[in-house]
């Protein structure tokens, strides 16, 4: 019995199941149903999201003229999600698992040459006051971007800094807290430790162990109904909020070619490690209906260059540099809105030089039923330094249950 087919039985079996189960009534976007034991001592949300997406490519010739390329069509992404507490309500659970071919690719030895199904697998243990015990396999606490989910962004996809310098997820422990410095202002605190090397890995760890710690600021206080991790104005905040924080990461004896992300990098005699740094600067704003969000992001490590045991090169290289990020967008009263965002990332490809890339890109969506339903499409110019510029359609749908 193949893994698709046991989550499939699984989830049948659950279905069946909730009909022993009070049953809350439950809305659009809001689960397909939420189960609750009769005696209150567990709860379950199962709910399931996809998107259906089309790209078109384009690229300049030597004549100045956009030729097309290769277009897609896909399922993005395809989810099933599943949370609640376990025994009492400080301690809540997360399990996400993905689908789609493209939510599952990344299968290899080091995953035992299984599909990388499962995304979150997690506890979350409020065991005193302000404080939060994680444990499991989630996300990092990165960039924002990052950690804002890939079904609540304010257009088609993340932006190239992402794709270049986020961390992703990974398994280890997070300790979460957070403090009132004043009736408003609040100061949240973020420390983990993991594997380094990413999710569903099942043979490591082949290098050290990674670091990362996160403060955010909240000045004004909180962003309604957690805004502060999710792409536009939709609540329009009636008062202006504001999110700024600051997020280090240490990957001890990283041996992946951007931290615990990318390829690994062999040797002669198994890896090549090497102390990787990150780190990532991000702001969040909104006020009636507009949005912006910045981020920056720099990555650099002790040695770059990977080598065999006597100092050849291996021709793998960890990716150091830097991105920004910025992003706006302006919400309308009928749940349209239009956004724009300017992303450059300069990576130090110390063979051939810098390559730095630039990307403008100008965004519509519809918010049919906020995040849960709509409809988004963008268009991105991109240029790559020696390299042809680049003109990218996209258009996507998004509905959650």
């Known amino acids: 019995m193949n893994s698709a087919y046991r989550t499939m039985v699984l989830l049948l079996f659950l279905i069946q199941a909730s009909h022993a189960q009070e049953t809350a009534n439950t809305s659009f976007g809001k689960g397909i149903f939420n189960i609750v034991a009769k005696d209150s001592t567990w709860s379950m949300k199962i709910a399931t999201r996809m998107q259906i997406l089309s790209v078109f490519n384009y690229e300049k010739n030597t004549n100045g003229e956009f030729i097309n390329q290769p277009s897609d069509f896909a399922i993005r992404r395809a989810r099933l999600k599943f949370d609640g507490f376990a025994y009492s309500p400080k301690l809540?659970?997360?399990?996400?698992?993905?689908?789609?071919?493209?939510?599952?690719?990344?299968?290899?030895?080091?995953?035992?040459?299984?599909?990388?199904?499962?995304?979150?697998?997690?506890?979350?243990?409020?065991?005193?006051e302000n404080f939060e015990l994680w444990l499991g396999q989630t996300k990092l606490p990165g960039n924002i971007e990052r950690v804002i989910s890939s079904g609540n962004l304010q257009q088609v996809d993340r932006s190239l800094l992402?794709?270049?310098f986020n961390i992703?997820?990974?398994?280890?422990?997070?300790?979460?807290?957070?403090?009132?410095?004043s009736k408003k202002f609040l100061m949240r605190e973020i420390l983990a430790i993991s594997q380094g090397e990413g999710r569903n890995i099942?043979?490591?760890?082949?290098?050290?162990?990674?670091?990362?710690?996160?403060?955010?600021?909240?000045?004004?206080?909180?962003?309604?109904?957690?805004?502060?991790y999710s792409?536009?104005?939709l609540k329009r905040e009636e008062k202006a909020k504001?999110?700024?924080?600051?997020?280090?990461?240490?990957?001890?004896?990283a041996v992946k070619t951007r931290s615990n992300q990318g390829s690994y990098m062999l040797n002669d005699t198994g890896f090549f490690e090497t102390n990787i740094n990150s780190l990532f600067v991000d702001a969040m704003f909104k006020y009636q209906g507009f949005s912006f969000m910045g981020e920056y992001a720099l990555r650099n490590a002790d040695d770059a260059l990977a080598k065999n045991a006597d100092g050849t090169l291996t021709g793998d290289t960890v990716e150091v540099g830097s991105g920004l990020n910025?992003?706006?967008?302006?919400?309308?009263?009928?749940n349209w809105e239009v956004s724009g965002r300017y992303t450059n990332?300069?990576?130090?490809?110390?063979?051939?030089?810098e390559r730095i890339e630039n990307q403008y890109t100008v965004g519509l969506s519809k918010y049919i039923v906020g995040h849960k339903l709509k409809v988004q499409t963008d268009l991105s110019y991109l240029t790559i330094v020696n390299n042809p510029d680049e003109l990218m359609y996209r258009l996507q749908v998004d509905i959650h249950f």
């Open 92 to 128: 809540e659970y997360k399990i996400e698992l993905g689908l789609s071919n493209q939510d599952i690719s990344g299968g290899s030895i080091y995953t035992g040459n299984a599909p990388r199904y499962i995304f979150d697998a997690v506890l979350m243990w409020n065991f005193y």
């Open 162 to 164: 992402n794709r270049s």
């Open 168 to 181: 992703d997820r990974d398994m280890g422990i997070q300790l979460r807290h957070k403090t009132n410095l």
């Open 202 to 228: 099942t043979v490591g760890n082949f290098g050290g162990y990674q670091y990362t710690t996160r403060l955010e600021l909240l000045p004004f206080g909180t962003f309604e109904s957690g805004g502060d």
């Open 231 to 233: 792409g536009a104005d």
């Open 242 to 253: 504001l999110l700024l924080a600051v997020t280090y990461d240490f990957n001890n004896n």
């Open 326 to 334: 910025l992003q706006s967008g302006y919400l309308f009263e009928n």
């Open 345 to 353: 990332v300069t990576l130090d490809e110390i063979s051939i030089g």
